[in-house]
């Protein structure tokens, strides 16, 4: 059940203008960092691969936004959700084939910018080193935290106005990417009961710093298999929590 | 065209209809359902939308849900697909609770004003709905294109429904309302926006459902279409049940008089008390007396040499009975209770 929603969750997304001026502008992404690494000396695979991976992430957030807070809104404001709710579909079912949806289209979305970057890296340096595996898994990443910031859209895309849901959904997003300085912020902390309040909220709040490896992939770096490990477990416990958290409002929510 | 599906064409009715009764089980129970909305700026007062609506609904029958608008009619159709809530009360559907997701296997459902994902074709919004019913491709491409003939879409078949006008949508929701042969089939509004070809389709789709054993409750404003269509009506009024029964027994519920159609023609006249209270087209009277005066008014009309060419009972209509009920809610007149008929 959940796959056929999440069939044709993809086939609007694909189908939807949007989309193609998404990718658009990821090309257009591209042609500016072939353009910026001519113009550098000796930093263009570090230029481009910073750029492009940077479009990459931002594309990628925008849609799972802007798409996410609406995915389930839509369908109860247009009431398309009534036939498909009559027919031998679990609520849950349907969150999660709409989840999955977003997640295959930006999957695809961030291979074809992927592809796109590749190009305009393979342009300026004309060819791919063993270093080069690090991009793989930087995109990787971008795509786990796109997964989780599509759980988290959906999960605020089961309140009534995607305006709120939408601001909760980049509020978390932001918060997110500096969660780690809660931590800090906990160690010099005067008292224990903030220590505390400061660490709770670290675990809480979605890390999405640790989804950040465009600097290492510019570099050349290495990533460790034991992060990548660590990056992905998080990523599907967290996911499946704020799925859980969903599917349990949303199946008590009276649709108008 | 008889209203079957690919895979059980040919089939002798009667087998089929057996298997797919269940004895001595109605095929709509509603159980005390009520429905309380929320009201007010704190949200503190209440509405009830619907006040603890009980009757069945038998295996086999095509069953009319009349009320005015704001009744309660969709909000029961909610109630019973789980797209809200009840705030007491069940209702089950052959047995099965609405609670239950395999009861939705069961049944097919045209929502009021239906919308549909308009970037899809009618041949992709009724594959997709297949799909939910365990359907190979094969059986489904034939499901799909059978009712698209059915419903008269074949030559749109492949067209977006965003270019699809108000009364074509209504089509493609009956297919995909009766796609998967639904045993109970909950149709609100169905004959809405559709043009009297669309309509007359409609209801002949209701009579071969009706003919192949299905279940069908359809709500509606057009009582001509209950009166005709409905083995019982219940009209609805402020979310209350306020009455039930076949739409014959309703309309035969009193006789208000007696219509006499006659023809005098020249130099015969009609007598001056009779002429008075008859209506003339041409040569032709409608005479309309109480029953008490019937033969007196024959005698005097076979006095001036009138040919009687009708003499008909004046009952009210559905109409009546309807429009009694809404404007006299207390009053109601109950043809039959549910229970009485269990």
């Known amino acids: 059940m959940a796959g056929t929603v999440a069939i044709n969750t993809f086939r609007e997304a694909v189908r939807d203008r949007v989309l193609y001026n998404l990718v658009l502008f990821a090309l257009a992404m591209m042609a500016a960092a072939v353009l910026v690494g001519q113009v550098t000396i000796g930093i263009e695979r570090q230029v481009i691969l910073n750029l492009g991976l940077t479009a990459i992430s931002l594309i990628g957030t925008a849609m799972a936004v802007f798409i996410g807070v609406r995915l389930v809104y839509k369908e109860i404001e247009k009431r398309t959700l009534y036939t498909l709710l009559a027919k031998p579909v679990r609520r849950w079912e349907f969150l999660v084939g709409k989840f999955a949806g977003l997640v295959l289209t930006l999957a695809v979305n961030t291979a074809l910018m992927t592809l796109g970057l590749a190009a305009a890296l393979f342009y300026v340096t004309r060819g791919f080193g063993r270093a080069d595996v690090s991009i793989a898994v930087a995109v990787y990443f971008i795509l786990l935290g796109l997964a989780l910031i599509t759980a988290l859209a959906l999960f605020f895309s089961c309140f009534p106005t995607p305006i709120l849901s939408t601001l909760l959904t980049l509020g978390l997003f932001v918060a997110g990417q500096f969660s780690s300085a809660l931590r800090e912020y906990g160690k010099l902390a005067h008292t224990r009961a903030l220590a505390v309040i400061l660490g709770a909220i670290y675990y809480l709040l979605p890390n999405f710093h640790n989804f950040n490896a465009i600097t290492a992939a510019a570099h050349g770096d290495v990533i460790p298999g034991a992060l990548i490990l660590h990056n992905t477990l998080y990523a599907v416990l967290y996911i499946a929590v704020v799925l859980l958290g969903a599917s349990a409002i949303f199946a008590n929510v009276n649709l108008k | ?342």
């Open chain 2, 1 to 342: 065209m008889r209203l079957c599906t690919p895979s059980d064409s040919g089939v002798d009715l009667a087998r089929v209809n057996l298997k797919n009764t269940i004895m001595g089980q109605p095929a709509i129970e509603f159980l005390s359902l009520t429905k309380d909305y929320p009201r007010g700026q704190w949200k503190r007062g209440v509405v009830r939308s619907l006040d603890s609506l009980t009757f069945e609904v038998e295996e086999g029958e095509v069953f009319g849900f009349l009320g005015p608008n704001g009744a309660g009619k969709t909000t029961t159709l909610k109630c019973v697909m789980g797209l809200i809530f009840p705030t007491a009360g069940t209702a089950r559907v052959r047995g099965r609770s609405i609670d239950d997701v395999q009861m939705h296997r069961e049944i097919g459902y045209l929502p009021e004003q239906p919308y549909f994902y308009d970037y899809l074709t009618a041949r992709e919004l009724l594959d997709y709905f297949a799909r939910f019913f365990g359907y190979g491709v094969a059986e489904r491409q034939e499901r799909v294109a059978y009712f698209l003939e059915r419903v008269r879409l074949t030559p749109f078949a492949d067209v977006q429904l965003r270019k699809f006008s108000k009364g074509m949508l209504q089509r493609a929701g009956i297919a995909q309302a009766i796609l998967h042969d639904p045993q109970v089939v909950f149709l609100d509004e169905p004959m809405s926006g559709l043009d009297p070809i669309g309509r007359r389709e409609v209801r002949d789709i209701i009579l071969e459902l009706k003919e192949k054993g299905r279940t069908v409750f359809f709500s509606t404003h057009v009582l001509t279409d209950a009166e005709m269509l409905c083995d019982r009506v219940a009209v609805l009024v402020g979310g209350k049940l306020q009455g039930i029964g076949s739409p014959a027994e309703i309309v035969s519920i009193e006789v208000q008089g007696m219509e006499i159609l006659c023809e005098v023609g020249p130099p015969r006249q009609l007598p001056a008390g009779l002429a008075e209270r008859a209506t003339r087209s041409g040569n032709r009277y409608r005479i309309q007396v109480p029953e008490a005066q019937l033969y007196d008014t024959l005698a005097q009309l076979r006095g001036c040499e009138a040919r009687i060419l009708s003499v008909a009972p004046l009952r009210p209509t559905l109409e009546d009975y309807f429009m009694r009920l809404v404007e006299h809610p207390n009053q109601a007149a109950v043809a039959e209770s549910a229970g009485e008929r269990a």
